[in-house]
């Protein structure tokens, strides 16, 4: 008897000292309902959020009767003027049409949005009682179609309102947004999948977005037939954007390393850092890529190769969308919003554009190089993967290995020689640090913290790729 009195003395003691964050307890502040995070400086869970996906050749047929089933009265198509010539645009209007569903379309979306492109799509969805959105494209058409329908929903809001501090005011959506599918024409930014929206903001010339999961998509429509439209290097531009997806989530700082620890469920930001179900999947497209990436690139009608690397980039959307990127989508930001006279090969744009996938990649082995140090292992296995022969290979030597498989890949894809091809020189450099240090959002999830010098020797190093 007395032992068990001891024993229950002892399970008192350690209940009164115990951690009172929610991940040890049930305890609430009275009158809120809220629980607040009292003894630790880092979060304790993860959430893993995405979108309903349907895959399959022809699939897009089906849109029309998903638009009466949700008993839609007036759609609004969001596209751009390339893509509204092209057939992935002709058969979501055909479907719509034989299903009888009322739609308005809005093809004026810009390649690389900028947030004056965000509000003109914002105010024509102002304009009209869309009880439903489809967006048919690239992440442009995407992420743009996820800000208008954000925005409709919150007429009063101020455009800043939403966007990621500390640029914007980085509020929380709390009312609901009407429903979106996303129809994604290329094999990269994953947008069908998650809650982020990006665009270059224009006063600063640098890239930054809106993260949330209100914004996903209900449903990502992913018809492998639209992939065979994509030139050879919009092709190999939205295979980076999947490389990197896959690379910086897996390496990103993990979860339970991130602070601040959230009061609430409603302040866990959409990127929590690396976490055991992210990692499936990035390193399952991380394999795809390795497989097929080449093949895409280089044969526009290999339909396996294209179908692939479609699915890998829906596999790398719900990795990175739930764990996050970190430097190579930091730093890639300014470079894309300063951008001087580059025009990508094989873009049907009428500005200079530097696409996404390439600002993201032209940076990787620098980075990769530094962060290795944190994760030797995964940044081995990366290489590894990628096709790079790891026997006897140190751990101090994780990052040099994988920075040299990925310059081999990318000289194999006739990626152009670093910034100083893209039109930037080192006087550029300080420009780039500064449009980086508002990338908080990102690169705090480096798994190797980084200081202002550190980010001027990393964009030093990727002047010249080879």
């Known amino acids: 008897m007395a032992g068990r009195d001891r024993v229950a003395h002892l399970m008192r003691q350690l209940a009164s000292a115990a951690c009172r964050c929610p991940a040890h307890s049930h305890t609430f502040h009275q009158g809120t309902g809220q629980a607040t995070c009292t003894a630790r400086t880092t979060d304790y869970a993860f959430e893993m959020a995405s979108s309903n996906i349907r895959y399959g050749e022809g699939v897009t047929r089906e849109i029309g009767m998903d638009l009466v089933n949700m008993s839609a009265r007036k759609v609004c198509v969001m596209t751009d003027k390339n893509l509204s010539r092209l057939p992935p645009v002709k058969a979501v209007l055909d479907s719509l049409a034989h299903n009888g569903v009322p739609y308005l379309c809005y093809d004026n979306v810009r390649v690389e949005p900028t947030d004056t492109s965000f509000k003109e799509a914002i105010a024509f969805a102002k304009k009209e009682n869309f009880d439903v959105f489809v967006a048919v494209g690239g992440g442009s058409v995407i992420d743009t179609c996820k800000a208008a329908n954000l925005y409709a929903c919150y007429p009063e809001a101020d455009f800043l309102d939403f966007v990621n501090a500390p640029i914007g005011k980085g509020k929380p959506i709390t009312r609901a947004l009407k429903p979106l599918i996303a129809v994604p024409t290329t094999a990269g930014t994953g947008s069908e999948t998650t809650g982020v929206a990006i665009f270059d903001y224009e006063p600063l010339k640098a890239k930054t977005g809106i993260a949330n999961r209100a914004l996903r998509p209900v449903l990502g429509i992913v018809d492998p037939l639209h992939t065979l439209h994509m030139p050879s290097r919009v092709a190999a531009n939205?295979?980076?954007?999947?490389?990197?997806?896959?690379?910086?989530?897996?390496?990103?700082?993990?979860?339970?390393?991130?602070?601040?620890?959230?009061?609430?469920?409603?302040?866990?930001?959409?990127?929590?850092?690396?976490?055991?179900?992210?990692?499936?999947?990035?390193?399952?497209?991380?394999?795809?890529?390795?497989?097929?990436?080449?093949?895409?690139?280089?044969?526009?009608?290999?339909?396996?190769?294209?179908?692939?690397?479609?699915?890998?980039?829906?596999?790398?959307?719900?990795?990175?969308?739930?764990?996050?990127?970190?430097?190579?989508?930091?730093?890639?930001?300014?470079?894309?919003?300063?951008?001087?006279?580059?025009?990508?090969?094989?873009?049907?744009?009428?500005?200079?554009?530097?696409?996404?996938?390439?600002?993201?990649?032209?940076?990787?082995?620098?980075?990769?190089?530094?962060?290795?140090?944190?994760?030797?292992?995964?940044?081995?296995?990366?290489?590894?993967?990628?096709?790079?022969?790891?026997?006897?290979?140190?751990?101090?030597?994780?990052?040099?290995?994988?920075?040299?498989?990925?310059?081999?890949?990318?000289?194999?894809?006739?990626?152009?020689?670093?910034?100083?091809?893209?039109?930037?020189?080192?006087?550029?450099?300080?420009?780039?640090?500064?449009?980086?240090?508002?990338?908080?959002?990102?690169?705090?999830?480096?798994?190797?913290?980084?200081?202002?010098?550190?980010?001027?020797?990393?964009?030093?190093?990727?002047?010249?790729?080879?």
């Open 238 to 466: 939205s295979g980076f954007d999947v490389l990197c997806h896959a690379l910086e989530s897996y390496t990103a700082l993990p979860y339970s390393e991130r602070s601040p620890c959230p009061p609430t469920p409603l302040h866990r930001p959409a990127y929590q850092g690396s976490n055991p179900i992210s990692d499936v999947w990035a390193r399952h497209a991380l394999n795809i890529v390795a497989k097929y990436m080449k093949r895409a690139v280089r044969d526009q009608g290999d339909v396996e190769a294209r179908s692939s690397m479609h699915l890998a980039s829906v596999f790398a959307g719900i990795g990175f969308g739930n764990a996050g990127v970190h430097l190579c989508h930091g730093m890639s930001y300014p470079i894309a919003g300063n951008v001087k006279t580059y025009k990508a090969k094989e873009y049907s744009v009428d500005h200079p554009v530097v696409p996404h996938g390439l600002s993201v990649v032209v940076t990787s082995p620098a980075v990769f190089s530094f962060t290795a140090s944190m994760c030797p292992e995964r940044h081995l296995e990366a290489a590894q993967i990628l096709g790079a022969d790891i026997t006897n290979v140190k751990r101090a030597d994780a990052g040099a290995v994988l920075a040299d498989t990925l310059r081999s890949f990318l000289f194999d894809l006739q990626v152009d020689d670093g910034l100083l091809a893209l039109g930037y020189t080192k006087d550029d450099i300080p420009a780039l640090v500064k449009g980086t240090l508002p990338q908080e959002r990102v690169t705090k999830l480096s798994p190797r913290p980084h200081t202002e010098e550190d980010l001027t020797e990393l964009f030093a190093a990727s002047m010249k790729l080879y």
